[in-house]
T-cell receptor, first 116, second 116 residues
C-alpha cells in the first residue's frame, strides 16, 4: 500500500533563515509527488509537483522540493522563510486505487511557524 | 472565479440528524473527491468519482453516501449523524491522470461540521 510520512508535526524557523519540511514516501512504481499548503480556515492549495525529470522542482511562492529516489524522500525547501509562509503543509503521493483509477494519499501535515 | 464551491461553510447537527454537503466544480473535471480532515490525522478519503454515474469508496466511507448525476456536482450525504463525524470536509476535483493537466487537485474551502 502507498503511504506518505511527514515525521515532524511542527517546524519552527526564524524569518530569513532557510526552511525544510520533510517527507518520505512508499509507492509501487514511479512516484508522482506533490506538496500542498493550507492557510487557516482555507482549503489546500497546490504548491508543486514531481512527475519526472529534474530532481529539483520549483513551485509557487519561492518553494522548491528535492526528489531523492534512493532515500524515497521529497523534502520541501525555501532559501529564506517569510512570516507569511506560516501554514500547514501536506505532502502527497499519487496512488493506484484500482480499476484504472488514481488518487492522492496525503501525509498528516506539518505545521510551519516562521518567527519574526 | 473558476474552482470548487462547497456549501454550507459551517453546520451544527444533532446526533441522528441527516444532511447533505454540496460540492460543485466548473472546470469540467471528471474526477471528484471527498476528504475529511481531523487534527493531526491529515486528510482521509471518503468517496471519489471518476465521472458522472461512477462512484467508489475511499478509506473511510462508513456513515456516508454519495451520488454523481452530473459532471459538475458531487454531494456527500450523512445519514444518522454521529459525534465521530465532527470534522472538516473538503471536496476536490482533478483532471484524469495522463491528460497532461498536472495531476493536481483543486480543493474547495471546506465545510466545518459539528455533531452534538
Amino acid at each position: 500500500a502507498q503511504s506518505v510520512a511527514q515525521p515532524e508535526d511542527q517546524v519552527n524557523v526564524a524569518e530569513g533563515n532557510p526552511l525544510t519540511v520533510k517527507c518520505t514516501y512508499s509507492v509501487s512504481g514511479n512516484p508522482y509527488l506533490f506538496w500542498y499548503v493550507q492557510y487557516p480556515n482555507r482549503g489546500l492549495q497546490f504548491l508543486l509537483k514531481y512527475i519526472t525529470g529534474d530532481n529539483l522542482v520549483k513551485g509557487s511562492y519561492g518553494f522548491e522540493a528535492e526528489f531523492n529516489k534512493s532515500q524515497t524522500s521529497f523534502h520541501l525547501k525555501k532559501p529564506s522563510a517569510l512570516v507569511s509562509d506560516s501554514a500547514l503543509y501536506f505532502c502527497a503521493v499519487r496512488a493506484y486505487s484500482g480499476a484504472g483509477s488514481y488518487q492522492l494519499t496525503f501525509g498528516k501535515g506539518t505545521k510551519l511557524s516562521v518567527i519574526p | 472565479n473558476a474552482g470548487v464551491t462547497q456549501t454550507p461553510k459551517f453546520r451544527i447537527l444533532k446526533i441522528g440528524q441527516s444532511m447533505t454537503l454540496q460540492c460543485a466544480q466548473d472546470m469540467n473535471h471528471n474526477y471528484m473527491y471527498w476528504y475529511r480532515q481531523d487534527p493531526g490525522m491529515g486528510l482521509k478519503l471518503i468517496y471519489y468519482s471518476v465521472g458522472a454515474g461512477i462512484t467508489d469508496k475511499g478509506e473511510v466511507p462508513n456513515g456516508y453516501n454519495v451520488s454523481r448525476s452530473t459532471t459538475e456536482d458531487f454531494p456527500l450525504r450523512l445519514e444518522l449523524a454521529a459525534p465521530s463525524q465532527t470534522s472538516v470536509y473538503f471536496c476536490a476535483s482533478s483532471e484524469p491522470p495522463g491528460t497532461g493537466g498536472g495531476y493536481g487537485y483543486t480543493f474547495g474551502s471546506g465545510t466545518r461540521l459539528t455533531v452534538v
